[in-house]
């Protein structure tokens, strides 16, 4: 029993002896897992703060900059105030470049139908600033290079409208517009170099040589003698949504010298009737040429002066078809002093512009023009044998979107009777081919 006893009492000893020992490397290990944890939590918490001082330091030094570049913009814009104009400026760019041949050239420089291929480009720069709800301001720079094919043909109207032979970068318009809407006064009021076409016979559907018609019969009537850009003034009025009235003022002979003599007056009405419920313009316009002109059959009188009348129209028809008429008249007694060799009466064209969604085309046109043009009467009688038959033009184009910064138009002209038929070599039928390639950006 007692060696029973002993080996129970040993057993115990024993027993606790291991239990004492296992729970301490137990306490041990789960302290040690403690330590390692709370050694993680430490250094994640210092990296933290660590982030922290770097973020507030660089916080301190980039708006101690800002302020400091905020004071240097505030001096600048003191010092320049054009640095605060270009904010919010918009600017557009913008490239042409065509490329014709034509058959039975008949310039007067020309051997008797000959065959002539040439090219010519151009390029827009524009800038549009506005100004809150009361005006804007806008700049258009341009050059170019080329006469294409025009200087080899003898004709009333030329074959294209885009071709800009001067290499210096000039300003065309630069203006500023302001309106009185705001006061309640529907009125707008512009001045500064203008391009008067912008404001009247104008047309939706050939009125923009770098996207429509080349020709200069569709781009406007060529018996509206209008100037180049020059110094004036255009006031707008509109009658709610229905009816808009522009009148325009020039210097005629666009040199800027006694800007008040021989100024060009032009007036024009537009009616928006909403005829099928589709956009639809209706222009009627009439016009004065101030300069000293000649009358054709009694050259002591030198001092005559030009007026005329026109109209232009257009017409959407459903969502794919837009038609457009335009016609003019002029004094066909008198012509522009120095200005040609010969005067026009009257004039129309007539077409229509195709969208390419019928061909699963949505952003490409369709556009096929006709029209004539009528030498004045008593140009005719003042020269002996001249025959001036009515001239007559047809175009076909085609604007294929390749992007939305590239289109490319193949364009056909057809002339019928060129200069009334009276060109000295030759008047055979003239057709001219090209094709046009227009950049923006």
């Given at each position: 029993m007692n060696v029973q006893r002993l080996f129970f009492l040993s057993g115990c000893v024993l027993f606790m002896s291991v239990s004492v020992v296992f729970a301490q490397e137990t306490i041990d290990r789960q302290l040690i897992d403690e330590i390692r944890s709370l050694r993680k939590t430490v250094e994640s918490q210092q990296t933290r703060i660590d982030e922290l001082e770097r973020h507030l330091l660089k916080q301190t030094e980039s708006s101690g900059q800002n302020d400091l570049d905020s004071r240097i913009d505030a001096k600048s814009e003191e010092k320049f105030p054009a640095l605060k104009v270009m904010e919010d400026l918009q600017m557009g760019i913008g490239s042409t470049m065509i490329i014709q041949g034509t058959h039975n050239a008949n310039g007067d420089t020309q051997s008797p139908k000959e065959d002539v291929l040439d090219s010519s480009y151009s390029m827009d720069l524009t800038f549009l600033k506005k100004f809150d709800d009361y005006g804007q301001g806008f700049v258009h720079l341009e050059q170019g290079n080329g006469q294409g094919v025009e200087d080899e043909l003898k004709v009333f109207s030329n074959v294209n409208r885009d071709a800009d032979d001067d290499n210096n970068v000039r300003a065309t318009e630069v203006w500023y517009e302001h309106y009185l809407n705001p006061q309640g006064v529907p009125l707008t009021i512009t001045f500064g170099k203008l391009d008067p076409t912008a404001y009247i016979d104008d047309n939706a559907y050939a009125n923009d040589e770098a996207a429509q018609f080349l020709g200069r019969i569709f781009r406007n009537s060529p018996v509206i003698e209008f100037p180049d850009n020059a110094g004036g003034i255009r006031m707008g009025y509109a009658f709610g949504e229905r009816i808009e009235i522009n009148a325009v003022s020039l210097d005629a002979d666009t040199d800027w010298e006694d800007t008040f003599d021989g100024m060009f007056h032009t007036a024009q009405i537009n009616i928006k009737p909403g005829f099928l419920?589709?956009?639809?313009?209706?222009?009627?316009?009439?016009?004065?040429?101030?300069?000293?002109?000649?009358?054709?059959?009694?050259?002591?009188?030198?001092?005559?002066?030009?007026?005329?009348?026109?109209?232009?129209?257009?017409?959407?028809?459903?969502?794919?078809?837009?038609?457009?008429?335009?016609?003019?008249?002029?004094?066909?007694?008198?012509?522009?002093?120095?200005?040609?060799?010969?005067?026009?009466?009257?004039?129309?064209?007539?077409?229509?512009?195709?969208?390419?969604?019928?061909?699963?085309?949505?952003?490409?046109?369709?556009?096929?023009?006709?029209?004539?043009?009528?030498?004045?009467?008593?140009?005719?009688?003042?020269?002996?044998?001249?025959?001036?038959?009515?001239?007559?033009?047809?175009?076909?184009?085609?604007?294929?979107?390749?992007?939305?910064?590239?289109?490319?138009?193949?364009?056909?002209?057809?002339?019928?009777?060129?200069?009334?038929?009276d060109a000295v070599n030759g008047t055979s039928t003239i057709v001219v081919g090209g094709m046009r390639v227009q950049m923006d950006f």
């Open positions: 419920n589709r956009e639809g313009n209706y222009r009627f316009l009439a016009w004065f040429n101030g300069q000293n002109h000649t009358k054709w059959l009694d050259a002591t009188k030198d001092k005559e002066k030009g007026y005329g009348l026109g109209i232009s129209f257009d017409q959407e028809l459903n969502d794919t078809t837009g038609v457009f008429f335009r016609w003019g008249w002029q004094n066909p007694e008198v012509y522009l002093n120095a200005a040609s060799d010969f005067s026009l009466e009257q004039s129309y064209s007539l077409g229509a512009q195709l969208k390419g969604t019928g061909w699963n085309r949505e952003n490409d046109t369709l556009g096929i023009a006709f029209g004539q043009i009528f030498a004045s009467g008593d140009y005719k009688n003042s020269g002996s044998e001249l025959k001036t038959n009515p001239e007559n033009h047809l175009e076909c184009y085609y604007s294929y979107k390749v992007n939305e910064h590239l289109s490319i138009s193949p364009d056909l002209h057809v002339i019928w009777n060129p200069y009334g038929d």
